[in-house]
């Protein structure tokens, strides 16, 4: 096997080698030192300009630090005990004005070129609008081809499990916010290899179909980024940003993406995982999506309680467990463990109701959670935590 | 004992000076001010390096480990905030009150009460936004510090921010006015009170920058002002400057931020273009380069620097128009930038050259400032931009002109003229041992960001993905060896305040020139009563 000393040494190599463009690997395999060259024509011209102007500024750099360094080796005083006095050349001083700019002409066409090309989102097969949240995206599936009225819809939430990134070193101390292990109390867990990367229900595209994104935001700015792709679009409130790509037909695939601009605590927990699949399996996981969502919501009472609190503590890990804990200890929300509202009975509808049309802070989750799934986190909330009120909540109470 | 008793009542001409606590409260003395802004400053970048240090600690390995995602943010804000309003922005100021008057042959500053003034409201506007921090850490319920970042994007720091929002509104308003009072000082020193025979094409390039910077200051830190007052009014008033819903726009914000910071970073930057452009010739023997030139290329940086704000923003959605004039301006400052390096490099050539303290710093600074430089045009290209807005690579770029820019220019301004402050030679073991180990570490710290930035890092981020955690292990090991390498530097100032040291010469570097190396060292308290006569 090979060091990884040795790995470094050849990627840096490649990095001074590098001039055509290579497929792009899994991201989650180990950084190389250089950008990603991606899979989309777009993708790869960027990384052409990128290799292009590395390759200008480390000329001018090299150059540049090589006269700082010949002149400090043979013009040192040892050398040369008394200084030349001149102050002044007009001929050099105009030679790295002009040259300079010239090599920037020289940069800038193809950048226009480039950024043209980017700006064109013209004649897309499929449309879908990506709105980020704190901290999750939605994805909906607006027009394709001649659908007009496609109408799937879904959250993606982080899939990685708290007992992955929950590791503090304090128990108590100087940073209160480390703490939480205490009240958190569960096993560190091995990460995975997608750790951080991978969501619940990943973005499906068709392979060598123009994708058209209409990205926004629900409460503040995020970015979408996906660097294979080479898209980064801020998600502004209020404001709709577009975006394209098409995915060659050759290189279906699952490829990663992050939020780039801060939108608060958990900015860093919220990541893009896109399916890129052929287009004969596009169309039919797109029509099965569209059966579903036409039936209308699954209201299947649960037989039992525990039916209820295994699909409770899934969505509650996927959907509230930012917030409000894995403990239901609180945090930027409000804790459930122990208070009024999960213990007293009387107050099973004002519960249903926070969590359906929101409250202050706390944001609605009825585009989010089906009715099914809400009743399933209100029986796991008064459940679970210590809470033990035996409260079954079936789909129907949510529903009315 | 008479005799000196005697000697001391009769000889000492300088009895109306100030004496303990008082001399610090209530100097209008432009050297006093100097050194409370550089001490004030130097602890401000101790408090900012500390929580870059909390940053890295929960870094260095992905998984959260010592701090919450919420007070990393904290931490993220404060130290950038920290650091560009209170370590790099006051030692400029205090190195143009220490400096400018004895550069160009003034008795003090123009305006000496309100330099008191401008200075004496920092550790109040500081008090204020790290008791916010402090009261996070150990609050009950923990309220949380400002957490949006430095650069407090709409509607995050507005419908969605703390309340402590409105202590960092009110902190920024301090900072604000301390910087406009501060630059006016400067403008008016300058343009009212040089030495006779001082033209303005005589002065020294350092003098040049800070005025230079001052104007900018005027002109941009009233749009920080409105800004902080538009989020203001749309926490606690009802409007809608920022917020979509009510007819308001958060990109705005983002307009209005960068008018005031882009011209902001020049505002960090262009003082120490002069302290280099000082210290080179002097190390070189040889009269600076192109003096007009440099002149001439500061000005237009500091013009251009008015219309590429944009190009932090090119994410947000502009049109195809918008995007382009501003890749194109920002392409054109590496211009006149790559003036000021070329007649930097030509100072040196043919010079004869030796490598002191100061000179170390200033060609680490030459050499480090052009690598956040290249970084700079290839962050400028639009369409790679959208590879590296917002990620580590950005990170990398602005700490590389940043820390082994500006702050490397302040350590070398320190080394130069620390003996004409306190009379006595920095420590050069100690002074070896500063500049080594910071040059080393910094590198280790700030170059693996290129890597983690173009595999696709964001910025910002509490935890990250398996596939950056050994550069981001090595990034934290540059961090605390950076860290640490600083308290030599305290005790360098330490040993130069307490006047331990060899004595210093009233012109101990033979290189050098200038009016202030005409004055004895440490320089009296009141210099140049009489205008000194400039050939």
Redesign the interface.
């Known amino acids: 096997m090979q060091s990884?000393l040795f790995r470094r040494v050849t990627a840096a190599l490649t990095l001074l080698l590098v001039s055509g463009v290579s497929v792009a690997s899994d991201?989650?395999?180990?950084?190389?030192?250089?950008?990603?060259p991606g899979v989309t024509d777009i993708s790869q011209?960027?990384f052409g300009?990128?290799v292009a102007?590395?390759w200008?500024?480390?000329v001018?750099?090299l150059a540049?630090?090589g006269?700082?360094m010949y002149?400090?080796v043979a013009?040192?005083?040892s050398k040369?005990?008394?200084?030349?006095?001149?102050?002044?050349?007009v001929g050099?001083?105009i030679a790295?004005?002009v040259i300079?700019?010239i090599i920037?002409i020289f940069?800038?066409i193809p950048?226009?070129r480039?950024?043209?090309a980017?700006?064109d989102s013209a004649e897309s097969e499929l449309t879908i609008k990506v709105t980020g949240y704190?901290w999750n995206w939605s994805y909906e599936y607006l027009t394709y081809q001649d659908d007009n009225d496609v109408g799937v819809f879904f959250f993606s939430n982080l899939k990685t499990p708290a007992e992955?990134?929950?590791?503090?070193?304090?128990k108590d101390g100087?940073?209160?916010?480390?703490t939480?292990a205490d009240r958190f109390g569960a096993e560190?867990q091995e990460?995975d290899?997608?750790?951080?990367?991978a969501v619940d229900k990943p973005l499906i595209l068709p392979a060598g179909v123009k994708v058209r994104f209409l990205v926004t935001a629900d409460?503040?700015?995020h970015?979408f980024?996906m660097?294979d792709f080479?898209?980064?679009?801020?998600a502004?409130?209020?404001?709709v940003?577009?975006a394209w790509t098409v995915v060659p037909e050759d290189a279906t695939g699952i490829y990663?993406g992050?939020?780039?601009?801060?939108?608060?605590?958990?900015?860093?927990?919220m990541?893009i995982e896109v399916h890129v699949v052929a287009k004969e399996e596009f169309d039919t996981w797109l029509a099965e999506e569209k059966e579903k969502a036409a039936s209308g919501p699954d209201l299947t009472p649960f037989s039992n309680l525990e039916a209820a609190m295994t699909l409770g503590k899934e969505k509650y890990n996927a959907a509230c467990v930012l917030c409000h804990g894995a403990e239901g200890q609180g945090?930027?929300g409000l804790p459930f463990a122990g208070t009024a509202l999960m213990n007293d009975s009387a107050r099973i509808q004002e519960n249903i109701d926070v969590l359906i049309k929101g409250r202050n802070a706390m944001p609605s989750f009825a585009a989010q959670l089906t009715p099914r799934d809400i009743a399933a986190v209100i029986t796991y909330q008064r459940n679970a935590f210590g809470n033990e009120t035996g409260d079954l909540i079936q789909p129907a109470d949510v529903a009315k | 004992m008479t005799a000196v008793a005697a000697h001391h009542d009769h000889h000492d001409d300088h009895h109306h000076a100030p004496h303990g606590l008082k001399r610090w409260l209530f100097s209008t003395n432009h050297k006093d001010i100097g050194t409370l802004y550089l001490w004030f400053s130097f602890a401000m970048f101790m408090v900012g390096g500390f929580m870059a240090l909390?940053i890295r600690a929960e870094l260095m390995y992905?998984?959260?480990?010592?701090?919450?995602?919420?007070?990393f943010?904290q931490m993220t804000t404060v130290h950038g905030l920290i650091m560009v309003f209170g370590a790099v922005m006051p030692a400029t100021v205090g190195l143009a009150n220490w400096m400018i008057p004895l550069m160009i042959g003034a008795p003090d500053m123009a305006l000496p009460r309100m330099n008191n003034w401008s200075f004496w409201i920092l550790p109040f506007a500081f008090t204020i936004l790290i008791g916010s921090v402090l009261m996070s850490?150990?609050g009950e319920g923990?309220p949380s510090a400002p957490?949006?970042?430095w650069t407090f994007?709409a509607?995050?720091s507005t419908k969605?921010g703390p309340a402590s929002t409105d202590l960092f509104i009110l902190s920024v308003h301090m900072m604000g006015i301390s910087s406009i009072m501060g630059a006016i000082n400067v403008i008016v020193t300058v343009l009212n009170m040089r030495a006779p025979g001082m033209t303005m094409m005589k002065m020294p390039l350092f003098v040049w920058a800070w005025l230079i910077t001052a104007f900018l200051l005027v002109a941009v830190m009233p749009v920080l002002a409105g800004a902080v007052t538009m989020m203001l009014t749309d926490r606690h008033f009802g409007t809608s400057f920022f917020?979509?819903?009510g007819g308001g726009?958060?990109?705005l914000f983002q307009h209005i931020f960068w008018f005031f910071g882009h011209p902001e970073v020049y505002i960090m930057i262009l003082p120490s273009f002069g302290i280099v452009s000082a210290i080179i010739p002097a190390f070189?023997?040889?009269?600076?380069?192109?003096?007009?030139?440099m002149v001439y290329a500061t000005a237009s940086i500091a013009l251009l620097s008015f219309v590429v704000w944009a190009h932090h923003m090119f994410?947000?959605?502009m049109p195809?128009a918008g995007?382009?004039f501003f890749?194109?301006m920002t392409?054109?400052i590496?211009?006149p930038t790559?003036?000021k390096?070329?007649n930097w490099?030509?100072?040196?050539?043919?010079?004869?050259?030796?490598?002191e303290l100061p000179m170390k710093w200033a060609?680490a600074f030459?050499?480090l400032f052009?690598?956040g430089g290249?970084?700079g045009?290839?962050l400028a290209?639009?369409?790679?931009d959208?590879?590296y807005?917002?990620?580590y690579f950005v990170v990398a770029h602005f700490h590389y002109v940043l820390v082994s820019g500006a702050i490397f220019s302040i350590f070398a301004a320190a080394y130069y003229w620390l003996p004409k402050w306190s009379g006595v030679m920095p420590n050069t073991f100690l002074g070896e041992l500063h500049f080594w180990n910071s040059l080393l570490s910094v590198n280790l710290l700030f170059f693996p960001m290129?890597?983690?930035g173009?595999?696709?890092?964001?910025r910002?981020?509490?935890?990250?993905?398996?596939?950056?955690a050994?550069?981001n292990w090595w990034i934290s090991v540059g961090a605390f060896w950076f860290g640490i390498s600083q308290l030599l530097f305290v005790a360098v100032c330490v040993l130069c305040a307490m006047k331990k040291g060899k004595k210093a010469e009233a012109a101990p570097w033979d290189g050098a020139e200038g009016l202030e190396w005409t004055v004895p060292s440490p320089a009296p308290f009141h210099t140049f009563d009489t205008p000194p006569v400039i050939k």
């Open positions: 990884t991201w989650t395999e180990r950084s190389n030192v250089n950008l990603r011209d960027v300009l990128h102007i590395l200008v500024v480390s001018i750099g540049v630090f006269l700082i002149s400090a013009h040192r005083r040369r005990p008394q200084a030349s006095t001149f102050h002044e050349h050099v001083e790295w004005t300079p700019f920037l940069m800038a950048a226009t480039v950024l043209i980017m700006d704190r992955q990134y929950h590791t503090p070193v304090l100087l940073f209160p916010y480390g939480a560190p990460k290899h997608d750790y951080m990367l409460d503040v700015i970015s980024f660097p080479a898209i980064k679009k801020d502004i409130p209020g404001f940003n577009e990663y992050q939020c780039a601009e801060l939108c608060g605590k958990n900015h860093a927990f990541p945090g930027i | 909390v992905p998984g959260m480990q010592v701090v919450d995602p919420e007070f943010n850490a150990f923990n957490n949006f970042g994007y509607p995050l969605y917020d979509a819903a726009d958060p990109v070189a023997r040889k009269p600076l380069f192109g003096y007009a030139s994410t947000v959605g195809l995007t382009l890749m194109y392409m054109l590496s211009v790559g003036v390096v070329f490099v030509a100072t040196m050539w043919r010079g004869s050259l030796t490598f060609l030459v050499v052009t690598c290249l970084s045009l290839m290209l639009t369409p790679v959208f590879q807005h917002d990620t290129h890597f983690v173009l595999a696709g890092m964001p910002r981020y509490a935890d990250y993905a398996l596939q950056f050994d550069y």
